[in-house]
């Protein structure tokens, strides 16, 4: 699958941060029972890759990625680890072209036309627009849908069920990322139904 189709499979990708396969595991069931099937692991811990293999070994119902990607060596380790995408807060042009060498799906994050134009420029058509919220929200994403008409986007940053369903009703949002599903409340308890209801409630959200 292609970055399009990935995004195709739900509403909302989880932006997870977890500190162990203890958790990683029962989190990422608990979130494709509720619907939400890709999920996207972010290396800010020291567990981040020992998590993200271990959800592509024991969860392979689940399409998981990396998310924080921030170089070529990452990208590597990533993807010997098992992700089935990367995604980056914003894209130099090495990075690039390591993941266009790489095949692996990957989410370039923009957060002006001009970065979303170079990278279409290297082919790629889904961007991820970051953070969203911050950098103009909705109101950014109509501003640009007519001059990037041929460009689809994945805000994330900011976004909360509340808003969710507005940034998914634009002809140019695909989808949007989010951290709400797993409150960091319910992970540390092991709230596992907790987790499991809210991706439910994500999972239904209607996209244009």
Same mark, same amino acid.
């Given at each position: ?79 010997? +680890?098992?992700? !089935? #995408?990367?995604?980056?807060? /914003?894209? %130099?042009? @090495?990075?690039?072209? =390591? ?49 990037? +008409?041929?460009? !689809? #986007?994945?805000?994330?940053? /900011?976004? %909360?069920? @509340?808003?969710?369903? =507005? ?42």
């Amino acid at each position: 699958m292609d970055m399009a189709a990935i995004a195709a499979l739900a509403p909302v990708i989880p932006v997870l941060t977890v500190e162990s396969r203890e958790i990683a595991v029962p989190l990422a069931r608990a979130l494709v029972k509720g619907g939400l099937s890709v999920l996207e692991v972010t290396l800010r811990t020291g567990a981040a890759l020992e998590c993200l293999k271990a959800i592509a070994e024991e969860v392979p119902e689940a399409v998981v990625g990396a998310g924080t990607v921030l170089n070529p060596d990452q990208l590597d380790r990533v993807q010997r +680890a098992g992700a !089935r #995408f990367a995604v980056s807060p /914003g894209c %130099t042009r @090495e990075l690039g072209l =390591a993941a266009r060498s790489s095949g692996l799906p990957f989410l370039p994050g923009v957060q002006t036309v001009s970065e979303a134009m170079t990278l279409a420029e290297q082919g790629f058509r889904f961007l991820k627009f970051f953070p969203a919220d911050a950098a103009g929200g909705l109101t950014w994403l109509k501003a640009v849908s007519a001059p990037l +008409a041929d460009l !689809r #986007f994945c805000p994330t940053g /900011g976004i %909360t069920p @509340e808003t969710a369903p =507005a940034y998914l009703a634009l002809p140019n949002v695909a989808c949007v990322g989010g951290s709400w599903v797993a409150p960091r409340g319910a992970v540390a308890t092991g709230d596992w139904q907790s987790a499991e209801r809210l991706a439910a409630t994500a999972s239904a959200l209607k996209r244009r």
